[in-house]
């Protein structure tokens, strides 16, 4: 297995996924691959993104780093209005998080699903919306479009080892606007890819992509709205729309 082979597609996108689509494989084995590879990444991104909320939050409750000593500096200063005997007290009753093992081992199966999910997800968005910008073709369909999502997450398993610089300490919080970038490329990666296999225009794809953060958007932004209407109905609040 070429550790290189994502890189050079993401870097040579056109070429890469015209060769994909014409003799790549077919989507069960497409999935498989795709699975492999973000799993293990997923894994190590996660484990290194729950060791550091671990240790943050532990230092939280023990009202430990120098944010703290500002904030204690600064509630001195109210007159003993805010005692930090009592707020210590209070933070000591937030519950403690399970050893950072057993955290881990609940990854395990998460991590895959958690792919397979995004997957499937990007898969029923990204065709839905091609559809709509009539990039769809009768005899190119939903596998063909399996494939091209699975290829195309393939090719993100760069950004995901990219992104894990963003762990660092100092270094991921100056490369943040550079990791931000790699998000949206290979975020419209996807959308090359999808046109490149349903062998419509690649504006078509990209754009396809993009209306999939529109709609989902939308789409969560109504939920919102329903889910507040239902709890001021429910607290007896008054209700507007």
Same mark, same amino acid.
């Given at each position: 297995m ?14 890469g ?10 989507a069960?084995?497409?999935?498989? /691959?795709?699975? !492999?590879?973000?799993?293990?990444? =997923?894994?190590?991104?996660g $484990?290194?993104? #729950?060791? %550091?909320? +671990? ?16 904030v ?5 200063q ?7 005997e ?18 881990l ?26 559809w ?12 063909t479009?399996? /494939?091209?999502? !699975?290829?195309?997450m393939?090719? =993100?398993?760069?950004?995901? $080892?990219?992104? #894990?610089? %963003?762990? +660092? ?9 550079v ?5 949206v ?13 349903h ?28 889910a ?8 007896g ?5």
């Amino acid at each position: 297995m070429d550790p290189w082979a994502p890189f050079r597609l993401a870097l040579k996108p056109l070429e890469g996924f015209k060769a994909e689509a014409g003799g790549g494989p077919a989507a069960g084995p497409a999935f498989l /691959r795709m699975l !492999a590879w973000r799993t293990g990444l =997923g894994w190590l991104d996660g $484990a290194l993104s #729950l060791w %550091g909320f +671990a240790a943050g939050y532990a230092s939280f409750r023990a009202m430990e780093g120098p944010l703290w000593g500002r904030v204690l500096e600064s509630l001195a200063q109210v007159n003993g209005e805010i005692r930090p005997e009592d707020l210590k007290e209070m933070l000591t009753q937030l519950p403690a998080l399970p050893p950072l093992p057993v955290l881990l081992l609940w990854m395990l199966p998460l991590v895959p699903l958690g792919v397979a999910s995004a997957w499937l997800h990007n898969a029923v968005w990204d065709h839905g919306c091609l559809w709509l910008l009539r990039g769809v073709e009768r005899n190119r369909g939903w596998r063909t479009t399996f /494939r091209a999502e !699975a290829t195309a997450m393939w090719a =993100g398993s760069a950004g995901v $080892a990219i992104g #894990l610089l %963003g762990h +660092a300490p100092v270094l991921g919080l100056l490369l943040a606007p550079v990791l931000a970038a790699v998000g949206v490329y290979f975020w419209v990666l996807r959308g090359v890819a999808l046109a490149t296999f349903h062998g419509c225009p690649v504006w078509k794809g990209v754009v396809a992509t993009l209306l999939h953060v529109v709609i989902a958007a939308c789409c969560g932004c109504g939920l919102i709205v329903v889910a507040w209407q239902l709890a001021l109905a429910m607290g007896g609040g008054p209700a507007y729309g």
